[in-house]
């Protein structure tokens, strides 16, 4: 079941990956991480962060080429990526994705709707969206818990983010 979602913007490529690595941090369990979003909308960035959360110490790079990537880290961390995933479900089957999803790790996946029916009821849900505003490039995380244990992340994630009053990092109301 869906629960309530949070919302915040940031202004940097180091605050995204920032809210990534607090995510990461407080992650004790297997968990799916979905990441929607454009091209170019933050998705890797986000995962980078979550990674050294988990005390990752490899460098992350984007698995676009090869589908998915695997790292060592306080729990094993697998890193997907679906776009260029042409075979559908049948090509998904052969590589034997659902093994990690989320297996005994964080499986962090860009370009789930790419692979319709892959996720199971349980997951995070983290949408990321590109705008301008006065402040120039901006992007809106937000934050989807899809069953308890995900809604119980997002809520403790949001209480442990730093906020800034300057507004370069800040909450958003739904709607606002
Ligand atoms: N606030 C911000 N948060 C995240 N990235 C930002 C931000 N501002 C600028 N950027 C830039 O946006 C780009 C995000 O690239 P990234 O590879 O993470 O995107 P992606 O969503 O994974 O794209 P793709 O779908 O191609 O995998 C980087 O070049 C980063 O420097
Ligand atoms: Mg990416």
Same mark, same amino acid.
């Given at each position: 079941m869906q629960q309530a979602g949070a919302?915040?913007?940031t202004r940097k490529e180091e605050d995204t990956?920032?809210?990534g690595e607090m995510l990461g941090r407080l992650l004790t369990k297997p968990l799916i991480v979905a990441l929607q979003g454009e091209l170019g909308a933050g998705k890797?960035?986000?995962?980078?962060?979550?990674a050294r959360g988990l005390?990752?110490?490899?460098?992350?790079?984007?698995?676009?080429?090869?589908?998915m990537k695997m790292y060592a880290g306080r729990l094993p961390v697998y890193h997907?990526?679906?776009?260029?995933?042409? #075979? /559908? $479900?049948?090509?998904?089957?052969?590589?034997?994705?659902?093994?990690y999803l989320p297996g005994d790790g964080i499986a962090f996946i860009?370009?789930?709707?790419?692979?319709?029916?892959?996720l199971p009821p349980d997951y995070l849900l983290v949408t990321i969206e590109l705008f301008h505003?006065?402040?120039?490039?901006?992007r809106r995380l937000k934050f989807m818990p899809? #069953? /308890? $244990?995900?809604?119980?992340?997002?809520?403790?994630l949001f209480e442990e983010i730093s906020w800034r009053t300057d507004g370069s990092l800040n909450r958003e109301q739904p709607g606002s």
């Open positions: 919302l915040l913007t990956a920032y809210i890797t960035v986000f995962v980078r962060g979550a005390a990752v110490e490899d460098q992350v790079s984007s698995p676009t080429f090869v589908l997907l990526d679906f776009y260029r995933l042409t #075979g /559908g $479900a049948e090509e998904a089957d052969e590589l034997c994705f659902e093994e860009e370009w789930p709707e790419r692979l319709p029916g892959l505003d006065q402040y120039g490039e901006s899809y #069953g /308890g $244990a995900a809604a119980k992340v997002v809520e403790t």
